[in-house]
């Protein structure tokens, strides 16, 4: 499992890794005081690129312990394309993202009860979200792809959030109304010739995205 801390990786593995760089940390798992040290290190220590955090016999227990230290939020997206092969581009806080968000977990999840959402599920929550964010109305799942995960920091909490992605088709003659509330500045359809400025100016999470998309 590859997890994003910004531009840096952890890895959380049945195996030990074989091919170390200098850059690299690496544990063998015995204990959640152990994983929130190691973490904690790797967190702070900004020469460090790569965590691997590992163990052949409890790795449920690993993934456990590594979880139970974040406030975990699910999200959905789309990578949205149409009948020339070209992909949906959203443009937000300065980078070239794809239309996603968080999936409505219901009342009584983080809030103590007062919110009125409905919990959705994974493909219902992506749908939405690519409708509200780029203006299309008429989108279609054709298949499902592999989740991506990252780690970021929200009012002095540690925050992990996991989002699953869905291949998905619509038609090009639909209007694209950026949504200007979520900071969204430019919807656009994107084709092989702007691939490179898209992956230069992305999110590290999702250049693997990118570049197997366009």
Same mark, same amino acid.
């Given at each position: 499992?590859?997890? #994003?801390?910004?531009? @840096?990786? /952890? ?6 890794? +074989? ?5 690299? $940390? ?40 590594? #979880?139970?230290?974040? @406030?975990? /939020? ?6 949205? +394309? ?5 992909? $949906? ?54 298949? +499902? ?61 999702? +250049? ?7």
């Amino acid at each position: 499992m590859k997890i #994003f801390l910004e531009s @840096r990786i /952890i890895r959380l593995s049945r195996k030990e890794p +074989k091919k170390l760089s200098f850059s690299d $940390l690496s544990f063998g798992y015995s204990s959640l005081s152990q994983i929130q040290e190691t973490y904690s290190e790797f967190e702070t220590d900004r020469t460090a690129e790569r965590l691997f955090l590992w163990s052949a016999d409890n790795f449920k227990a690993l993934k456990a312990d590594f #979880f139970s230290m974040f @406030r975990f /939020i699910k999200a959905a997206g789309g990578v949205v +394309k149409n009948e020339k092969n070209e992909v $949906l581009v959203i443009f937000r806080y300065g980078k070239w993202d794809l239309p996603k968000g968080k999936v409505k977990t219901g009342p009584g999840k983080y809030d103590g009860g007062k919110s009125n959402e409905e919990p959705e599920k994974i493909n219902q929550a992506a749908l939405r979200e690519v409708m509200e964010e780029t203006g299309l109305c008429r989108v279609t799942i054709t298949g +499902k792809l592999s989740p991506t995960f990252h780690i970021y920091h929200e009012k002095g909490k540690r925050i992990l959030k996991k989002t699953s992605w869905f291949e998905m088709k619509a038609p090009s003659d639909q209007p694209l109304i950026p949504q200007n509330e979520e900071d969204i500045s430019i919807v656009k359809w994107v084709g092989q010739e702007e691939s490179e400025m898209i992956r230069e100016c992305t999110y590290p999470s999702l +250049k693997k995205l990118f570049r197997e998309a366009i």
